[in-house]
């Protein structure tokens, strides 16, 4: 029997409501593939975690951390603080303390899921945006002086090392010749931002040559927007900054249905250090408590964590419960049309392994 020791840190809002059911389903695919454990190891940390002890996570967290095979994450933020407080004090912590610099976030459009766009349906988006993860407009790099006073400023500098560009753009461009259309978008915004931007292009031109097979199209983040609404299948595998993927991904997530379905893998690719795997959606307060979180978006993501963990048979009976369920459409959260109550779409999911 394999064993697999996970980190599990639901932190704020829903969560602590879908990554329970994140567990259950879990447990339900151990039984039915067989050969694998994941050992949960549940950690507090968060908002309520803060209001305690005046920290979203202890101070030593990432050293108790380090000796897991993966993290699986919930959502971090709440009403009552600050959001830059709870998000650095938190997920950025963990990301950036254990360089898990590929973002990978992808994205489908399943059978039976309506998409806003018109005329449009499965087969029709099939992305995966990699999202730089470490450094860019999320360096941390500032500050503010005069505070207070009429003169105040304020400065949010973006940082883009060649090391940190080139490690992405080589996964990304990896990634995309691993998938069939072997297509990778280059996100930029170099007609603007003259520095960062710029030396993003340039390394992404020397990175293309390693990767022959690999076509490249360059767009604007601004035109990306677009392209994604009104050509989508044109795109496949999709590189982009820290921040122009947070929000392109966003707009990807509501064009495939809704951000309940879309998965995260925060990944440290040389595994020095244990990655996470999160929804991409946040703590949603406005919908907590009541059980009708979408769990969709968290089976996608134990999907990735097993994969990662090399359990692809378990990977793929996730996948496949999921889209079943998907296309009978019976048991749809009412994020995408139906009326299921959070705790039916994971018994749905865990009746649609057999
Ligand atoms: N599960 C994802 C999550 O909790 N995200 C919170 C958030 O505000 N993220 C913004 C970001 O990472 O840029």
Known sequence: MRTHRIAVVPGDGIGKEVVPEGLRL?????????GFHCEPTRFPWGSDYYRAHGVMMPEDGNATLKPFDAILFGAVGDPELPDHLTLWGLRLKICQGFDQYANV????????VPSPLAGRGAGDIDWVIVRENTEGEYSGVGGRAHRGLPIEVAMETSVFTRAGVERV?????????????????VITK??????????????????????????????LVDAATTVMVKDPRSLDTIVATNLHADILSDLAGALAGSLGIA???????????????????????????????????????????????????????????????CAEGKFLPADIGGKARMAETTDATISALG
């Not at 695919?29 to 067989?34: L, Q, S, Y």
């Not at 007609?191 to 767009?219: C, S, Y």
């Not at 244990?274 to 999907?303: C, L, Q, R, Y």
């Open 26 to 34: 879990l447990a339900a695919v151990e039984k039915k593939v067989g």
């Open 105 to 112: 976030r992808p994205t489908r459009i399943f059978p039976g």
């Open 169 to 185: 753009m080589r996964f990304a461009f990896r990634l995309a010749e691993s998938r069939p259309r072997k297509h990778l978008t």
């Open 190 to 219: 170099s007609n603007a931002q003259r520095h960062g931007m710029v030396m993003w292009d340039e390394i992404a031109a020397d990175i293309a040559k390693e990767f022959p097979a690999v076509t490249v199209r360059k767009l």
């Open 263 to 325: 998965p995260t893998a925060n990944l440290n690719p040389e595994r020095q250090f244990p990655s996470m795997f999160e929804p991409i959606h946040g703590s949603a307060f406005d919908i907590m408590g009541k059980g009708v979180a979408n769990p969709i978006a968290t089976f996608w993501t134990v999907a990735m964590m097993l994969e990662h963990l090399g359990e692809q048979a378990g990977a793929d009976a996730i996948m496949r419960a999921i889209e079943r369920v």
